[in-house]
T-cell receptor, first 108, second 113 residues
Framework: EDKVVQSPLSLVVHEGDTVTLNCSYE??????LLWYKQEKKAPTFLFML????IEKKSGRLSSILDKKELFSILNITATQTGDSAVYLC????????FGTGTRLKVLA | NAGVTQTPKFQVLKTGQSMTLQCAQDMNHNSMYWYRQDPGMGLRLIYY???????DKGEVPNGYNVSRLNKREFSLRLESAAPSQTSVYFCASSERGSGYGYTFGSGTRLTVV
């Protein structure tokens, strides 16, 4: 059975800290890995990583994919209170399996 | 710039009642999905429609039915609601190969008492 596991389940940091969120996957046939940010409502898309695109960066957020070790990490540098959210990762192509998420709280 | 629109946003049902959750997208995506999100369980796929005219079961389809009315609309029906169906329901759409994964609706919080 394919599955996606995220760690830690929750994390509390102070503004300015750097955080690393982990996502490991066990799937029969890897397709792509996505990261989403979920605040109060719908998840919003952050990154897609594939075999041809194993590193992505946008501002203070970056993500890498390690296809050999079957995991991805999401890094957030210089965290702000607005980064507080649940971060979800998912594996698949047109149909995705989601992890349970990491709840990040950034304290002022 | 609506994206994916879900209605209603909130609903309370009594056990045994039926209801339909509506979803419409204006991005001309071929694929649409219904997920439920429960604490500690993440997002779980209920049903999906890879293209207009097709629907398939996901991970947790029991107690639900779907209709892909046309390319824009994908509805989810609970025929006889049960307390175990209390959840937040998300509709999503995507276009394979777009590089952007899903676009989600804002969710429906359903409580079955």
């Amino acid at each position: 059975e394919d599955k996606v596991v995220q760690s830690p389940l929750s994390l509390v940091v102070h503004e300015g800290d750097t955080v690393t969120l982990n996502c490991s996957y066990e799937v029969t046939n890897f397709r792509s890995l996505l990261w989403y940010k979920q605040e109060k409502k719908a998840p919003t898309f952050l990154f897609m990583l594939t075999s041809s695109g194993i590193e992505k960066k946008s501002g203070r957020l970056s993500s890498i994919l390690d296809k050999k070790e079957l995991f991805s990490i999401l890094n957030i540098t210089a965290t702000q209170t607005g980064d507080s959210a649940v971060y979800l990762c998912a594996e698949g192509t047109y149909k995705y399996i989601f992890g349970t998420g990491t709840r990040l709280k950034v304290l002022a | 710039n609506a994206g994916v629109t879900q209605t209603p946003k909130f609903q309370v049902l009594k056990t045994g009642q039926s209801m339909t959750l509506q979803c419409a997208q204006d991005m001309n995506h071929n694929s649409m999905y219904w997920y439920r999100q429960d604490p500690g369980m993440g997002l779980r796929l209920i049903y999906y429609s890879a293209s207009e005219g097709t629907t398939d079961k996901g991970e947790v389809p029991n107690g639900y039915n779907v209709s892909r009315l046309n390319k824009r609309e994908f509805s989810l029906r609970l025929e006889s609601a049960a307390p175990s169906q209390t959840s937040v329901y998300f509709c999503a759409s995507s276009e394979r190969g777009s590089g952007y994964g899903y676009t989600f609706g804002s969710g429906t919080r359903l409580t079955v008492v």
